[in-house]
């Protein structure tokens, strides 16, 4: 499998890359998952999504994605009503905010490793803890930092009948 596209978290006023899913655990619960397209095999979810903590509660704040007949997916295509923020009550898990330089490449879902991870613990979307793993230094002081997959590979979409164009 290919490197991932992270999601994004907003926590403690700054924005992090996530290497966690907590939609797929909506969605593996019964929750209505719309029929994305795919566009990268960086992205098998074939979605990215926003969250942030405010107030020790983990939000959806934005999603954004392509529906199988191209048209725009957002947070109130899974949200009916919903278009601003959703509050994650069904996730139960820990998210894993990849801190500093790049240790090790790895070509394969999120398995690359940075000098450190955060890890948040959340509990039915409240925030119950979290910690901090070491991971080791970058040999190479112009590794990069932050998490990024190496490299994306676009995949063709088809367009939706009686339209035009490249």
């Not at 991932?4 to 403690?12: F, I, M």
């Not at 719309?34 to 990268?40: G, K, T």
């Not at 991870?117 to 070491?134: C, E, K, P, Y």
């Amino acid at each position: 499998m290919t490197a991932q596209a992270a999601e994004q978290l907003r926590y403690q006023g700054q924005d992090h890359a996530m290497c966690s899913q907590p939609l797929d655990d909506y969605f593996s619960a019964g929750g209505a998952c719309p029929d994305f397209a795919s566009s990268s095999t960086a992205l098998w979810r074939c979605y990215l999504g926003n969250w942030e903590i405010i107030d020790g509660r983990l939000y959806l704040i934005a999603l954004r994605a392509r529906l199988a007949d191209g048209s725009a997916a957002t947070l109130a295509t899974v949200f009916p009503g919903y278009p601003d923020r959703v509050f994650a009550h069904w996730y139960c898990g820990s998210l894993r905010l990849p801190q500093g330089r790049l240790v090790k490449y790895v070509h394969s879902g999120f398995g690359s490793v940075h000098e450190s991870d955060l890890f948040i613990a959340i509990d039915q979307g409240l925030v119950t803890g979290s910690h901090t793993r070491i991971n080791g230094r970058a040999a190479d002081r112009d590794a990069p930092v932050g998490y990024g997959p190496g490299a994306w590979t676009v995949l063709a979409s088809r367009r939706p009948s009686g339209k035009e164009g490249p």
